[in-house]
């Protein structure tokens, strides 16, 4: 059976049938860190309908999210092409399913070998260098409205339901913002009936509207993402 993470299914079936034995299936919960900041990367993960965040922990322990992982690729792109640590904290958002899981060594075997796995994950690494230099550009310079818009947007694009298993303190986590802050903006977007919130959920109602109220960081990332990743 193919991977369900777009990556690896992109592959020729015989390509990866041969990776499979490397390949090991683990279950992951919200808030899990997968690799530390500054430590060595011993893993590479592959999340199939949940995402991950990269992200900067500073001296006084506030944290932002400058990258999400999805379906769509990856975590360790950072360790391309020997690098030894990470540069930053990679921790599970929603977690509510398996990942399938790579051991360095047998990655960077792999990438050696310079066929389409390494060609894809290539690939991949320039996407998401793409999406955290539009992080950055979007934190310093939308309001929390739009970039709250388009991080909903992309969870929804990595997991394929509506109800996103998320709480606010999480949000205003990932957007760099206090919660007061993010419980004013989702209640706006609720009365515009964009989206419900609940105990531990954020639920989608109206995509097109939010896409609208989104700034232009989504829909940029998104098409190079797919442009990027066409097999």
Not at 57 to 62: A, E, K, P, T
Not at 219 to 226: G, K, P, Y
Request: charged share 25%; aromatic share 4%.
């Amino acid at each position: 059976m193919q991977s369900q993470n777009r990556l690896l299914a992109a592959l020729p079936r015989e390509e990866y049938e041969r990776l499979r034995p490397a390949l090991e299936t683990i279950s992951v919960t919200p808030k899990q860190v997968l690799q530390s900041q500054g430590e060595p990367v011993e893993r590479v993960f592959f999340p199939v309908r949940g995402t991950c965040s990269l992200v900067e922990v500073m001296q006084d322990g506030l944290t932002i999210e400058v990258g999400m992982i999805g379906c769509e690729g990856m975590t360790g792109v950072a360790v391309l092409p020997h690098h030894t640590s990470a540069p930053s904290e990679t921790r599970v958002q929603i977690g509510d399913d398996a990942m399938q899981v790579m051991g360095i060594d047998a990655f960077r075997a792999e990438m050696d070998r310079r066929g389409k796995f390494s060609d894809l994950v290539h690939r991949y690494g320039h996407a998401f260098l793409r999406l955290v230099m539009h992080s950055c550009a979007c934190n310093g310079l939308h309001g929390v409205d739009e970039r709250c818009c388009r991080w909903l947007l992309m969870v929804h694009d990595r997991i394929g339901r509506d109800e996103l298993p998320i709480t606010q303190d999480a949000l205003a986590s990932a957007l760099g913002v206090r919660r007061p802050t993010i419980t004013l903006t989702v209640n706006g977007l609720r009365r515009a009936g964009l989206i419900d919130h609940g105990h531990r959920k954020i639920t989608i109602r109206n995509r097109e509207g939010l896409e609208a109220v989104a700034c232009e960081c989504y829909q940029a990332v998104r098409t190079h993402f797919d442009r990027l990743l066409v097999t």
